[in-house]
């Protein structure tokens, strides 16, 4: 297999999260919105960086003012032995740096340096590094936003986080991390979606090819995943997959009970976009042989010699791409897996319209990102189905209520795309039609016709039962209690208590309120002249009720225990780490 460098890349997992109750979504925006992993706060439509980062990225910088003042000290005397006489400006940020109110870690600080030279002095300024990419990538994401608006023609998102990113370590420069972005879109059919960005600049293909690609990279997450309230990261050095899985467990802990993974880990979709790249073709008719296998296995990976193909498989695999342009084709398999590619066209393109454009992988990213969501949302309802473990306590109002799920999600993705471009309802139909194990729509079919088919046979067995039941409880109470005994059952007796009003209150009481007397204690105490027929109809009432209903009445206590110990257990978690912390 062969490997080539890969100048300008990007790969895109996106998470999906089904909520619980989707009445409550806008408490679970709210939780998020004020957790310390979200970045921003929105004021309006703008966005801007919150106060603690804020103050961060500013202590950040002005703990570099040794390394200033050396840099300074270092140009001047080089300056003085060329004969020159230049003096020194040091700038931290466009901001002054005032007192800061800060809490975190400053052990290893990322920094960008600029110097000027103007007349006799020059200028060094110091940002922080991170900083400047945030805001980079803050911009590059509402620009993906805004592109994911006019293709649909609707705006299909309720909230929108810019979260704390994960660092990089480059295994050539460990000094200079790299950084993982990462967003989150919360949507009105439910879900919350995550999307990590993974820059592969300057990486090789090799990568590409293992299906545990995520441990061929190096991280430290930050302080906020290890329930610490302090910004800056971990000093351990963990694996990539690691460092996401804990901050989606991070994101669950969160949300709480709002959020209900699905067997414990989210729905997950990658995209893998290469921009710029060694052995580029012209045209995408013009691919070489080893590159068709290399495309083939990066979709389709992992790489062995024992599922290499033939020619044949891997030409096919090329002439079933999505063309998106002529310069940017879209390759799937059956996973959730999509690879966007360009071509040497792309520099045909005039550059008055690529100068407007802030990125190649940014770019090809605005033309599946939407799409990519919506198939999402889409997978998210088949995995309850799919999922799902037929037990005594499912029914058919159950599955009808997990099919449901389906058709809302359809209802949704139906009305984002009925007013998109023609391009984005032809790339979802090619996706969802090509991607046979990301949508396993007859094995779907197959466990509904099967569900229903037992679930309907149970039914019918226990509509058979309970005619039984009733037809041997009628004869039981007839022999039990006669027609003399079930006319008996209603005759309580009165009991006449006029001889003891009279002697409590005298002869004079009124009859009015002599009867109300009466009344009350013939109907509230005069419990001992209850007939025993009575008693024994009201005990058998309950055993009628019970015998009826047992399998209900036993699954019924079986799923109050199970909630009231998850509550126990949740409630336990939250006081113990309320105490640690």
């Not at 441990?215 to 997450?221: I, L, M, P, S």
């Amino acid at each position: 297999m062969i490997n080539f460098n890969i100048e300008k890349g990007l790969i895109e997992y996106y998470y999906c999260f089904d909520l619980i109750d989707k009445k409550n979504i806008n408490k679970v925006s709210k939780l998020l919105d004020k957790s310390l992993c979200n970045i921003i706060y929105k004021k309006g439509k703008s966005c801007f960086i919150k106060k603690e980062y804020d103050n961060y990225y500013k202590q950040q910088v002005r703990n570099l003012e040794p390394k200033a003042e050396e840099i300074a000290t270092t140009i001047e005397e080089s300056c003085k032995r060329d004969g020159s006489n230049y003096k020194s400006k040091v700038k931290y940020t466009n901001k002054d740096i005032e007192d800061i109110d800060y809490n975190g870690t400053l052990d290893e600080i990322d920094f960008n340096i600029n110097i000027n030279f103007d007349d006799d002095k020059f200028s060094i300024y110091l940002t922080s590094r991170e900083n400047d990419l945030i805001l980079q990538k803050l911009d590059e994401f509402y620009y993906i936003l805004n592109e994911d608006s006019r293709y649909l023609g609707v705006e299909n998102i309720l909230d929108i986080f810019f979260l704390h990113p994960i660092a990089l370590i480059d295994s050539e420069c460990v000094e200079k991390n790299n950084y993982i972005f990462i967003t989150a879109t919360l949507h009105s059919s439910g879900q919350l979606i995550l999307k990590y960005s993974i820059d592969i600049s300057n990486e090789s293909s090799d990568k590409l090819y293992d299906i545990k690609i995520l441990d061929k990279f190096t991280a430290k997450v930050p302080n906020i995943l290890l329930d610490k309230n302090i910004l800056g990261y971990s000093s351990e050095i963990v694996t990539l997959e690691y460092a996401i899985n804990m901050y989606n467990k991070h994101i669950m802990d969160i949300l709480r009970i709002r959020m209900k993974p699905l067997i414990n880990k989210p729905i997950c979709f990658e995209n893998i976009i290469l921009g710029e790249y060694e052995k580029m073709p012209q045209n995408f008719n013009s691919i070489s042989k080893d590159m068709k296998e290399a495309l083939f296995f990066i979709v389709n990976r992992p790489y062995g010699y024992l599922n290499e193909r033939n020619k044949e498989d891997y030409e096919k695999f090329i002439d079933s791409r999505y063309n998106i342009s002529r310069y940017l084709g879209l390759f799937s398999g059956t996973m959730g897996r999509t690879l966007t590619l360009y071509n040497k066209d792309y520099s045909l393109i005039s550059s008055d319209v690529t100068d407007k454009i802030p990125n190649k992988c940014i770019l090809a990213s605005t033309s599946t990102s939407a799409i990519i969501k919506l198939l999402l949302i889409k997978r998210t309802s088949y995995e309850h189905i799919i999922r799902e473990v037929l037990t005594e306590s499912c029914s058919i109002r159950h599955m009808r209520e997990l099919q449901k799920k389906i058709l809302l999600a359809e209802n949704y993705n139906f009305l984002n795309l009925k007013t998109s471009f023609g391009s984005i309802k032809n790339l979802y139909n090619h996706l969802e039609n090509n991607m046979t194990d990301f949508f396993p729509k007859d094995e779907l079919d197959r466990k509904l016709n099967l569900y229903t088919a037992i679930l309907n046979n149970e039914e019918n067995i226990e509509k058979d039962r309970f005619g039984s039941r009733v037809s041997l409880m009628g004869v039981i109470v007839t022999l039990i209690f006669g027609i003399s005994g079930i006319e008996r059952l209603t005759d309580v007796g009165y009991v006449n208590t006029s001889h003891i009003i009279d002697n409590l209150y005298g002869s004079g009481t009124s009859n009015e309120l002599k009867m109300n007397i009466i009344n009350f204690k013939n109907n509230f105490l005069a419990l001992e002249n209850v007939s025993i027929d009575f008693i024994l109809w009201l005990i058998l009432c309950i055993f009628v009720i019970i015998f009826f209903y047992k399998d209900k009445i036993v699954r019924s206590i079986k799923d109050v225990y199970e909630i009231l110990k998850y509550l126990i257990i949740e409630i336990t978690r939250y006081f113990k780490n309320k105490f640690i912390s």
